[in-house]
């Protein structure tokens, strides 16, 4: 091929891809950037057109804020917790799903997508009075069985709980269908001559199962954990961040800074604290999975 033709087939496949590069110039690029020059900024409603640089005043504000441990703590809790949860879960539902005397289970993955597919906002809105502690159904089975209602929305020790709860109703049906795909790529000649071998349910789960899908798992995981860091709706509308900042994750705590207290460039500043931690995650977590890759 001659270098014109080769050029001619290069841009070709550029023109294809501008569209994608654009889009993702204006909608994720550009806010990205825009929000770390804001972070060096006073940008806020007393200087709305007006701003001015002040350097590394707004980060220096927040290291020496107490606030900040807390909300890094809450954000680990929120994203670890509900990950743990959530991975495990849908893995071990695809397992059940894909067993082949299993009656009924094309009905029953039609049911567990309705809270995956129903409006996240009223799902958030039904558990929210499931959870209350006057009326709430939870608490009323509580009482029912002889135990007392729990301050599930209110309370320190139980508010963050409640968010990992309903984080997992709205999120696992999502990793079950993945894993599901998952499970099913994997030849089923391996599972006959595993089960004409001798192998029970345990050996070939440990044997077969998880190690062809080790990176499908680590993705999965990884996945999970990034789009939990940065899920902001639940906590919102849940909890609001309460009480007090007990359930307060990075992101809730970057709009509340800057849409509550108007203070947008020490919101942009939490956001992009919120950035650097999750791409420390990915590196290192990237390093890791290719060293499990080759270690196994």
Do not use: C
């Not at 991975?87 to 082949?100: D, H, S, T, W, Y």
């Not at 599972?191 to 440990?206: K, P, V, W």
């Not at 993705?219 to 939990?228: A, M």
Request: aromatic share 18%; glycine share 6%.
């Amino acid at each position: 091929m001659d270098n014109r033709k080769k050029s001619s087939l290069e841009f070709r496949g550029l023109l294809y891809v501008l569209p994608v590069i654009v889009v993702l110039a204006v909608l994720d690029f550009y806010p990205i950037f825009e929000s770390i020059y804001f972070s060096f900024t006073d940008f806020n409603s007393l200087h709305f057109f007006r701003y001015g640089f002040v350097g590394l005043a707004n980060y220096a504000y927040i290291f020496a804020s107490s606030d900040l441990r807390t909300v890094i703590l809450n954000t680990v809790i929120w994203s670890v917790g509900s990950t743990a949860v959530m991975v495990p879960a849908g893995f071990a539902l695809a397992m059940i799903m894909n067993q082949k005397k299993l009656r009924g289970k094309y009905f029953y993955r039609t049911v567990y997508l309705f809270p995956w597919a129903f409006p996240a906002f009223i799902t958030i809105l039904i558990w929210s009075n499931m959870l209350a502690y006057n009326g709430g159904v939870i608490n009323e089975i509580l009482n029912a069985i002889g135990l007392r209602s729990l301050d599930w929305l209110t309370s320190p020790h139980y508010a963050m709980l409640s968010l990992i709860l309903v984080n997992f109703w709205l999120s696992f049906p999502y990793y079950t269908y993945v894993y599901t795909s998952a499970v099913q790529s994997i030849p089923h000649e391996l599972y006959e001559a595993a089960e004409m071998d001798g192998y029970g349910s345990l050996s070939t789960l440990t044997k077969i199962t998880v190690p062809l899908l080790k990176r499908q798992i680590a993705f999965i995981t990884i996945f999970g954990f990034i789009f939990t860091w940065n899920n902001f709706y639940v906590p919102f509308l849940l909890t609001g961040g309460g009480p007090g900042i007990s359930t307060q994750i990075l992101i809730t705590y970057s709009y509340l800074q800057a849409f509550s207290y108007s203070n947008y460039a020490l919101g942009a500043a939490y956001a992009v604290i919120s950035i650097l931690i999750l791409l420390v995650f990915v590196i290192v977590s990237n390093h890791y999975t290719k060293m499990m890759s080759i270690l196994y």
